[in-house]
């Protein structure tokens, strides 16, 4: 199914955001003021149950059915030497995702999340977009249904990640366009180049916004034509995430640039959004700064793959459980007076 069948279907999905459910916040926070805990003793975990009931529309969120899934694709950029790795590692790490031998699988064990990995044609890497748009209309297009079809109705929790040689350029492509800057900016070490690999990639950048300076800046053409086919279909799966309420944990500077462009348009893009955590990678707190994300975790990780955010769904667990199963004041005979 093609839940966006043109550029203007995606835009006018995008201008037209459901909101939460403020009857389940309220009935949400009321039922946080009545557990046996001083008011505010449980920090974040109290804000991130009330965030999840509201979305699910229930008082009592739940996590029964959370998945992960990670997105595949291949960049032309990678030609100019902006990576520390050849664009064949992709598949690779593809290949190792499917037989559970990644950091992902590994963590979504321990999480109890259920793992998806969606590769797009990795064998048609991207146009480089310092030359020419990554992708055409109907490529674009592609990118964006095949996330969004990713994604399942009945999902309690989506995480989002991204696998995909040289899409640390991509991500920083897609900040300056979207957010202002340059390749000075936003470009950072990704995967571990040196100091000639990030002035190479600083250049890639600088050349595409120059490139494109005169194109649209609509969120469809941004990512068309400096973003990946893993980007875009992460933009998809956030899109229709929020048309069916499902919360979303993002996980480092690449699958957060993805709602770079959709932010720039619609800022209540990220109401349904987590930031699992803040990578290592430079551009990304400025990312969060930008998309008013305060990330749950900061571990200093920068692997990519949804590791990160996999993290932070154990400490969503965490919130869930503490709201639904403490006893309230009255269950507890409790004096309310703590």
């Given at each position: 199914?093609?839940h966006?069948?043109?550029?203007?279907?995606?835009?006018?999905?995008?201008?037209?955001?459901?909101?939460?459910?403020?009857?389940?916040r309220?009935?949400a926070?009321?039922?946080?003021?009545r557990?046996?805990k001083?008011?505010g003793?449980?920090?974040?975990?109290e804000?991130?149950?009330?965030?999840?009931?509201?979305?699910q529309?229930?008082?009592?969120?739940?996590?029964e059915?959370?998945r992960?899934i990670?997105?595949?694709?291949?960049?032309?950029?990678?030609a100019?030497g902006?990576?520390?790795f050849?664009?064949?590692?992709?598949a690779?790490?593809v290949?190792?995702?499917?037989?559970?031998g990644?950091?992902?699988?590994a963590?979504?064990?321990?999480?109890g999340i259920?793992?998806?990995v969606?590769?797009i044609?990795?064998d048609?890497?991207t146009?480089?977009?310092?030359?020419?748009p990554?992708?055409s209309?109907?490529?674009?297009?592609?990118?964006?249904?095949?996330?969004?079809a990713?994604?399942?109705?009945?999902?309690d929790?989506?995480?989002?990640?991204?696998?995909?040689?040289?899409?640390?350029?991509a991500a920083?492509?897609?900040?300056?366009?979207?957010?202002?800057?340059?390749?000075?900016l936003?470009?950072?070490?990704?995967?571990?180049?040196?100091?000639?690999g990030?002035?190479?990639?600083?250049?890639?950048?600088d050349?595409a916004?120059?490139?494109?300076?005169?194109a649209?800046?609509t969120?469809?053409?941004?990512?068309?034509?400096v973003?990946?086919?893993?980007i875009?279909?992460?933009a998809?799966a956030v899109?229709?995430a929020r048309?069916?309420?499902?919360p979303?944990?993002l996980?480092g500077?690449?699958?957060?640039?993805a709602v770079a462009?959709?932010h720039?348009a619609?800022?209540?893009?990220?109401?349904?959004?987590?930031?699992?955590h803040?990578?290592?990678e430079?551009?990304h707190?400025r990312?969060l700064e930008?998309?008013?994300?305060?990330?749950?975790?900061a571990?200093?990780?920068?692997?990519?793959?949804?590791s990160?955010?996999?993290?932070?769904a154990?400490v969503?667990?965490?919130a869930?459980?503490?709201?639904?199963?403490m006893?309230?004041?009255?269950?507890?005979?409790v004096?309310?007076?703590?």
């Amino acid at each position: 199914m093609n839940h966006f069948p043109s550029p203007a279907a995606f835009e006018a999905a995008l201008a037209a955001l459901p909101p939460a459910s403020t009857a389940a916040r309220a009935a949400a926070e009321a039922r946080q003021s009545r557990l046996t805990k001083p008011a505010g003793s449980l920090g974040r975990l109290e804000d991130i149950a009330i965030f999840l009931a509201g979305w699910q529309q229930r008082e009592r969120p739940k996590i029964e059915r959370a998945r992960a899934i990670v997105f595949a694709g291949n960049h032309g950029v990678v030609a100019r030497g902006v990576s520390a790795f050849p664009p064949g590692v992709t598949a690779q790490m593809v290949a190792n995702f499917e037989a559970g031998g990644a950091a992902i699988n590994a963590l979504c064990l321990a999480a109890g999340i259920d793992l998806k990995v969606v590769a797009i044609d990795l064998d048609r890497p991207t146009a480089d977009f310092a030359e020419a748009p990554a992708m055409s209309e109907a490529e674009c297009l592609a990118a964006l249904n095949a996330g969004a079809a990713a994604v399942e109705a009945d999902l309690d929790l989506l995480i989002l990640g991204e696998m995909g040689i040289g899409n640390s350029t991509a991500a920083a492509a897609l900040c300056a366009r979207s957010l202002g800057g340059d390749g000075a900016l936003w470009v950072g070490p990704g995967t571990g180049v040196d100091a000639e690999g990030i002035a190479r990639k600083r250049e890639a950048v600088d050349r595409a916004l120059d490139l494109h300076r005169g194109a649209p800046a609509t969120p469809f053409d941004t990512l068309r034509r400096v973003g990946g086919r893993e980007i875009a279909a992460i933009a998809g799966a956030v899109l229709r995430a929020r048309q069916a309420a499902i919360p979303v944990v993002l996980d480092g500077f690449i699958c957060c640039s993805a709602v770079a462009p959709l932010h720039a348009a619609q800022p209540g893009i990220v109401a349904h959004c987590l930031a699992g955590h803040c990578s290592a990678e430079p551009g990304h707190a400025r990312l969060l700064e930008q998309l008013g994300l305060d990330p749950l975790l900061a571990l200093d990780m920068r692997l990519g793959e949804a590791s990160g955010a996999a993290v932070a769904a154990m400490v969503i667990r965490a919130a869930v459980a503490a709201h639904d199963r403490m006893a309230t004041f009255d269950e507890a005979s409790v004096s309310a007076g703590l």
